[in-house]
């Protein structure tokens, strides 16, 4: 049974950073999809960056420059490193996974995505 528990979230000033954490079980992590989703109050979900099982990664243009994703396949653990964050960036993220997608389909078609995290909460003041 897949399982994707993320960490990290918190409350930050605008210009500050964060690193939120997928912890990824029951399956063989290291050739999936996975990505970081976010939703916002009263909008849709929306994909922020996602990697493939051999590295390839995207973003959405609204964070490129400015957020990292990673992962650490020894530790079946994806990351992403948030930097210079704005008020706008405030929503809850969601780490998601798949067995079959690419970056450049899953991260603007999330309905496609197999596996979704709790979810964990990002708020930037300003």
């Known amino acids: 049974q897949v399982q994707l528990v993320e960490s990290g979230g918190g409350s930050v000033q605008a210009g500050g950073s964060l690193r939120l954490s997928c912890a990824a079980y029951?399956?063989?992590?290291?050739?999936?999809?996975m990505g970081w989703f976010r939703q916002a109050p009263g909008k849709e979900r929306e994909g922020v960056a996602a990697i493939e099982g051999a590295g390839a990664t995207k973003y959405a243009d609204s964070v490129k420059g400015r957020f990292t994703i990673s992962k650490d396949d020894a530790k079946n653990t994806l990351y992403l490193q948030m930097n210079d964050l704005k008020p706008e960036d405030t929503a809850i993220y969601y780490c998601?996974?798949?067995?079959?997608?690419?970056?450049?389909?899953?991260?603007?078609?999330?309905?496609?995505?197999?596996?979704w995290g709790q979810g964990t909460q990002v708020t930037v003041s300003s």
């Open positions: 998601a996974a798949d067995p079959h997608c690419s970056v450049g389909y899953c991260l603007a078609a999330r309905d496609k995505v197999a596996y």
């Open positions: 029951g399956y063989t992590y290291y050739t999936y999809f």
